[in-house]
């Protein structure tokens, strides 16, 4: 074997751990969101108690994410091995809004996680308008 083939297969190789990396995740993340379901059916549903909003919305937020990271998955084999720059923002922007959600206690981290957002929008603009002034 010459150099150039052995070039050429090592990101072969490294292509095909990464896609059976991501499908593994991906499956895994079809459990987790599943099992999210399977709350929201318990607690909703079949209990007789009531959820703390702030403990359901939690759940839901976690299922979002869940959905995302596949979706996003879904999104990198459709694209040829390419993961869009505003799946990880949408992913980003969920995230921050679950952290204040759940951690709230603190007005000044709080005001921080909102910065992020706000940052993370603001990123989310500028790559649209930079991808719709390239069309």
Same mark, same amino acid.
């Given at each position: 074997?010459?150099?150039?083939?052995?070039?050429?297969? !090592?990101?072969?190789?490294?292509?095909?751990?990464?896609?059976?990396?991501?499908?593994?995740?991906?499956?895994?993340?079809?459990?987790?969101?599943?099992?999210?379901?399977?709350?929201?059916?318990?607690?909703? !549903?079949?209990?007789?108690?009531?959820?703390?909003?702030?403990?359901?919305?939690?759940?839901?937020?976690?299922?979002?994410?869940?959905?995302?990271?596949?979706?996003?998955?879904?999104?990198?084999?459709?694209?040829?091995?390419?993961?869009?720059?505003?799946?990880?923002?949408?992913?980003?922007?969920?995230?921050?809004?679950?952290? !204040?959600?759940?951690?709230?206690?603190?007005?000044?981290?709080?005001?921080?996680?909102?910065?992020?957002?706000?940052?993370? !929008?603001?990123?989310?603009?500028?790559?649209?308008?930079?991808?719709?002034?390239?069309?």
């Amino acid at each position: 074997m010459n150099n150039k083939d052995f070039s050429k297969l !090592i990101p072969t190789i490294l292509q095909l751990a990464l896609n059976i990396a991501l499908t593994l995740l991906a499956i895994t993340l079809c459990i987790l969101m599943g099992k999210e379901l399977i709350y929201f059916i318990n607690h909703s !549903i079949l209990a007789s108690k009531s959820l703390d909003n702030y403990e359901l919305l939690e759940h839901i937020l976690i299922f979002f994410l869940y959905f995302e990271f596949v979706a996003m998955i879904i999104k990198y084999f459709k694209e040829n091995y390419h993961f869009p720059l505003r799946y990880f923002l949408y992913i980003g922007i969920t995230a921050m809004i679950r952290l !204040i959600i759940v951690s709230h206690e603190n007005g000044l981290q709080t005001l921080l996680y909102s910065c992020a957002i706000l940052v993370l !929008i603001i990123s989310y603009f500028i790559i649209s308008r930079a991808k719709g002034n390239k069309e």
